[in-house]
């Protein structure tokens, strides 16, 4: 899976992400530390890329419809450290069939994963 990761994640997580076999970029490798979500976003379409973050502005459904694009994760941890934050990733890495989430929309917790999918949209 072609990931991208937002900079508010631990740069760790690409590291146990490719071990899985994604393929990871990070924003601070690509020089976007610091940059808007709109040109996180960018870059992200322009690449493909499913992208993990814990910047609730891109659960907008209006702005991120599911469907136009290829995925984005959003994290809400009760307390997101670097450590909770691998552990979770990688927790749900390993236990779901993230594949399956291309085009979604998924808000994560340490006690659910929420899926919105392109396909709910259009029957609600």
């Given at each position: 899976?072609?990931?991208?990761?937002?900079?508010?994640l631990?740069?760790?997580?690409?590291?146990?992400l490719?071990?899985?076999g994604?393929e990871?970029?990070?924003?601070?490798d690509e020089g976007?530390?610091?940059e808007?979500d709109?040109r996180?976003?960018?870059?992200?379409q322009?690449?493909?890329r499913f992208?993990?973050?814990?910047?609730?502005?891109?659960?907008d459904l209006?702005?991120?419809?599911?469907?136009?694009h290829?995925?984005i994760l959003?994290?809400?941890?009760?307390a997101p450290?670097?450590?909770?934050?691998i552990?979770?990733?990688e927790?749900?890495?390993?236990?779901?069939?993230v594949?399956?989430?291309?085009?979604?929309?998924v808000?994560?917790?340490?006690?659910r994963i929420?899926?919105v999918?392109?396909?709910?949209?259009?029957?609600s």
């Amino acid at each position: 899976m072609k990931i991208k990761l937002d900079e508010n994640l631990p740069l760790e997580l690409a590291s146990m992400l490719r071990g899985l076999g994604n393929e990871v970029d990070t924003s601070q490798d690509e020089g976007l530390a610091g940059e808007s979500d709109e040109r996180i976003w960018q870059a992200t379409q322009q690449e493909s890329r499913f992208l993990i973050t814990q910047d609730l502005d891109f659960s907008d459904l209006r702005k991120f419809r599911p469907g136009s694009h290829r995925g984005i994760l959003v994290l809400r941890l009760d307390a997101p450290s670097q450590h909770s934050l691998i552990v979770s990733v990688e927790r749900i890495f390993r236990r779901e069939n993230v594949v399956a989430w291309i085009g979604c929309l998924v808000v994560a917790t340490e006690r659910r994963i929420r899926i919105v999918r392109p396909q709910e949209l259009r029957d609600s």
